[in-house]
């Protein structure tokens, strides 16, 4: 696969101070990542919203260990995509975890700085962060990925199903959807028999909004689609997913959203676990 790999490493190693100012130069952040002198992204007085607190932490509480099991048991030698990736908490987690070469992609160039800025105070030399449109992913410049990560996006695209063929292109093996589900109180599960989204217009950025650490990519009124579960499934066996799974919040003291069924994580396999082996 063709991997567009930084140039040879250089890491400068950062005094705590330095690490300090820079943290407070770019927060809030939507990771709390934990960086070196036992330093944090997350600074509780510069921080908007809670989630900035619990996101990175109960994402990996609930799903990390399947996405391991998924990948063979760890990511050693393994190649990470991590599309919509904001300031880079899932592809440094990649990273840890033993992965090859990890690719973080984020329209908005605020969340690749705050990621470089984690990357080079955190001394990773196998990241590469870029400010792209995950519309432009394309397998004859991009290569296949042995993971991609889709996490907390499907449900802001204007486009989830060209956006998803796209994905889907560059995945060699193994995909992960995190998203928001939509959910009507008493008839969901009537509505779950039919593959449905729900259509919002969600109003443009300001500097004072709440979840800037999200949101900052949208300069104006944006159209958006929140997917039930069966149409997450039904898309993905679209795109060419033989094996798609549902994981089941049994961890401890995760996000609410996960248990109410507001927000669920998909692992899905090009080819079915079930068929690969024989
Ligand atoms: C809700 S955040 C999710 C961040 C992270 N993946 C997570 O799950 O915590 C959505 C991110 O998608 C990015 N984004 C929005 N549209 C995008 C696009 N077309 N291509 C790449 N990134 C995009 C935004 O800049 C933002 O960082």
């Not at 470089?116 to 432009?136: E, H, M, S």
Request: net charge positive.
């Amino acid at each position: 696969m063709v991997r567009l790999r930084t140039p040879a490493p250089h890491h400068v190693a950062q005094s705590k101070a330095e690490i300090e100012a820079a943290v407070r130069r770019l927060a809030p952040f939507h990771h709390a990542i934990d960086l070196p002198f036992g330093l944090s992204t997350f600074v509780p007085e510069l921080s908007r919203q809670t989630r900035e607190r619990t996101r990175l932490q109960t994402f990996l509480d609930h799903a990390w260990k399947d996405i391991l099991t998924a990948c063979g048991g760890s990511l050693k030698g393994k190649s990470v995509l991590d599309i919509a990736c904001n300031c880079g908490g899932f592809s440094v987690q990649a990273a840890r975890s033993g992965a090859e070469y990890v690719y973080g992609i984020d329209i908005d160039p605020h969340y690749i700085e705050q990621a470089n800025f984690v990357k080079d105070a955190a001394g990773l030399q196998n990241v590469k962060f870029q400010q792209f449109d995950l519309l432009n992913l394309d397998p004859s410049i991009h290569g296949k990925f042995d993971l991609v990560l889709c996490l907390g996006i499907l449900y802001h695209l204007e486009n989830p199903v060209l956006s998803m063929k796209r994905i889907a292109a560059v995945t060699g093996d193994v995909l992960v959807v995190d998203t928001t589900l939509m959910k009507v109180p008493l008839i969901n599960p009537v509505l779950d028999r039919w593959p449905l989204w729900h259509m919002r217009r969600v109003s443009a950025t300001t500097s004072d909004a709440k979840n800037i650490s999200t949101s900052r990519w949208r300069p104006d009124e944006f159209c958006q689609f929140a997917p039930n579960g069966t149409a997450v499934r039904s898309l993905l066996e679209y795109c060419g997913f033989a094996e798609i799974v549902r994981l089941k919040p049994t961890a401890k003291g995760l996000e609410s959203r996960y248990y109410s069924g507001r927000r669920a994580t998909f692992l899905a396999r090009r080819q079915s676990s079930l068929t690969s082996n024989h």
